[in-house]
T-cell receptor, first 112, second 111 residues
Framework: NAGVTQTPKFRVLKTGQSMTLLCAQD?????MYWYRQDPGMGLRLIHY???????AKGEVPDGYNVSRLKKQNFLLGLESAAPSQTSVYFC???????????FGSGTQLSVL | EDQVTQSPEALRLQEGESSSLNCSYT??????LFWYRQDPGKGPEFLFT???AGEEKEKERLKATLTKKESFLHITAPKPEDSATYLC????????????FGEGTQLTVNP
């Protein structure tokens, strides 16, 4: 049972480049989340989804877009990367009843 | 706006030296308070959920308690393998069951 898998694990971008982070879960969870973690800021919610085909903004959504075309996948896109988006990104999922979040191992992104 | 403040930022203990971590929160209508453990280079791992003041939960050397304004994570006779960052989060009312996280307490237990 793989749980929550994030790809890639590391990435370096130049300012203005675009990329997509992939999150896949094999637990049939309804809810999926994208967080970023920065020193001194804690985990902050970027976007989330409560089901296939639905997405909603979190605390810090600017500069990011998401899609949930399949229940098991949640994609986070950066259209034009900025140095302020240098961070560690975590995906998480949970089912409707159990409020326990399962996290992936993270993607370390550097924007130069 | 939900707020979570954890203290101390960092804590260094000797093996066997018990202590407590604090999580103070402000939320309109607490639906749940969560504790997670995060090891370096990994995602957070769930420890406990507390729902109402007076509730307590235990797991091995860890015990979490909850009041109307704060939660404590008590660590009894810690071992080096308890070294990690401990995160507190609250869930308020609203859609999507969103969590607001604190910045965490980095715990180091020396042998």
């Amino acid at each position: 049972n793989a749980g929550v898998t994030q790809t890639p694990k590391f990435r370096v971008l130049k300012t203005g480049q675009s990329m997509t982070l992939l999150c896949a879960q094999d637990m049939n969870h309804e809810y999926m989340y994208w967080y970023r973690q920065d020193p001194g800021m804690g985990l902050r919610l970027i976007h989330y989804s409560v089901g296939e085909g639905t997405t909603a903004k979190g605390e810090v959504p600017d500069g990011y877009n998401v899609s949930r075309l399949k229940k098991q996948n949640f994609l986070l896109g950066l259209e034009s990367a900025a140095p302020s988006q240098t961070s560690v990104y975590f995906c998480a999922s949970r089912d409707r009843i159990n409020e326990k979040l399962f996290f992936g191992s993270g993607t370390q992104l550097s924007v130069l | 706006e939900d707020q979570v403040t954890q203290s101390p930022e960092a804590l260094r203990l000797q093996e066997g030296e018990s202590s407590s971590l604090n999580c103070s929160y402000t939320v309109s209508g607490l639906r749940g308070l969560f504790w997670y453990r995060q090891d370096p280079g990994k995602g957070p791992e769930f420890l406990f959920t507390l729902y109402s003041a007076g509730e307590e939960k235990e797991k091995e050397r860890l015990k979490a308690t909850l009041t109307k304004k704060e939660s404590f994570l008590h660590i009894t006779a810690p071992k080096p393998e308890d070294s990690a960052t401990y995160l507190c989060a609250v869930q308020g009312p609203g859609s999507g069951s969103r969590l607001t996280f604190g910045e965490g307490t980095q715990l180091t237990v020396n042998p």
